[in-house]
């Protein structure tokens, strides 16, 4: 069974940045998809970024030019660096990955952006 264990949540300043992880143990592929959603509080959960086994990478159009999306196929990680942080960005950020049919998630990783 995968599981996924993120890290590197935490408060921030508006503007700065953070970099979260996710590791995937419980399999010996590279997972076809992995990313992150957000739910911010009050709303649904909501992508933030994918990106593919092969390189390929899916924004959403809030967080383009500022967050980037990367993994380590070998360490089965994915990461997000998350620059110039806004107080809208305050979220619980989860970890996804998809392989084949299968979905799997993170336990989730808060996210607070505040002066």
Known sequence: QVQLVESGGGLVQPGGSLRLSCAASGTGCS?????????????????VAMITSTGTTNYADSVKGRFIVSRDNGKNTVYLQMNSLKPEDTAVYY??????VSEYWGQGTQVTVSS
């Open 95 to 100: 970890c996804y990955a998809k392989h084949w």
């Open 31 to 47: 997972l076809h998809v992995m990313g992150w959603y957000c739910q911010p509080p009050g709303k649904e959960r909501e992508l």
